[in-house]
């Protein structure tokens, strides 16, 4: 089974509409991380957490929220999605160390 | 502000020959930096890193090197293989930035057999 996993892996939706995008692990990692890749700009962070009760803003949060529901468990809402927030979504785990362990991604289209 | 550039978008290379990817920076506290590497439908796995009191580490085919003067490195594939091909990312972290990790925008690298 896979240490970090992404639900869903695909996702269309319409514009104005609120959407959640899930990652668990197994990893027993306390470091969660969302971003987000788009051709040309690599991967570009949007909320982090070090542990349960640690949310933090990265380069491009605005129109972002995030969910730490558990030490495994860390979601990202859109809450009116854009045609702009088209892209790649991807979570990634660490422990203290600075190496992180990606998901495999999810790929979402805002029409 | 691009604070890691990866300047060539794409490389391609003959199976056996020496792959090299460039990345620069340009805050001189990172001192941690890693490569990813990144196959389609995948997420980027880690390869390789180098801490900033090092210039030089090497695992297998693999060996990235560090000059901080010039706030520059690279990864060396030496022999490439067609496996190889994928999107390579440079990152680089620091305590002053809170452990944060900046990617650089990705190399896709051809090896052709």
């Known amino acids: 089974d896979a240490d970090v996993t992404q639900t869903p892996r695909n996702r269309i939706t319409k514009t104005g509409k609120r959407i959640m995008l899930e990652c668990s692990q197994t990893?027993?990692?306390?470091?969660m991380y969302w971003y987000r890749q788009d051709p040309g700009l690599g991967l570009r962070l949007i909320y982090y957490?070090?542990?349960?009760?640690?949310?933090n803003k990265g380069e491009i949060s605005d129109g972002y929220s995030v969910s730490r529901q558990a030490q495994a468990k860390f979601s990202l809402s859109l809450e009116s999605a854009i045609p702009n927030q088209t892209a790649l979504y991807f979570c990634?785990?660490?422990?203290?160390?600075?190496?992180?362990?990606f998901g495999p991604g999810t790929r979402l289209l805002v029409l | 502000d691009q604070q890691v550039k990866q300047n060539s978008p794409s490389l391609s290379v003959q199976e056996g020959r020496i792959s090299i990817l460039n990345c620069d920076y340009t805050?001189?506290?990172?001192?941690?930096f890693l490569w990813y590497k990144k196959y389609p439908a995948e997420g980027p796995t880690f390869l390789i890193s180098?801490?900033?009191?090092?210039d030089k580490n090497e695992d297998g085919r693999f060996t990235v090197f560090l000059n901080k003067s010039a706030k520059h490195l690279s990864l060396h594939i030496v022999p490439s293989q067609p496996g190889d091909s994928a999107v390579y990312f440079c990152?680089?972290?620091?305590?002053?930035?809170?452990?944060?990790?900046?990617f650089g925008a990705g190399t896709r690298l051809f090896v052709k057999a």
């Open positions: 990634a785990t660490s422990d203290f160390t600075q190496t992180q362990y």
């Open positions: 990893k027993g990692h306390d470091r």
């Open positions: 957490s070090f542990d349960v009760k640690d949310i």
């Open positions: 805050n001189s506290m990172f001192d941690y």
């Open positions: 180098i801490s900033s009191i090092k």
């Open positions: 990152a680089a972290s620091g305590e002053t930035g809170g452990f944060k990790t900046i």
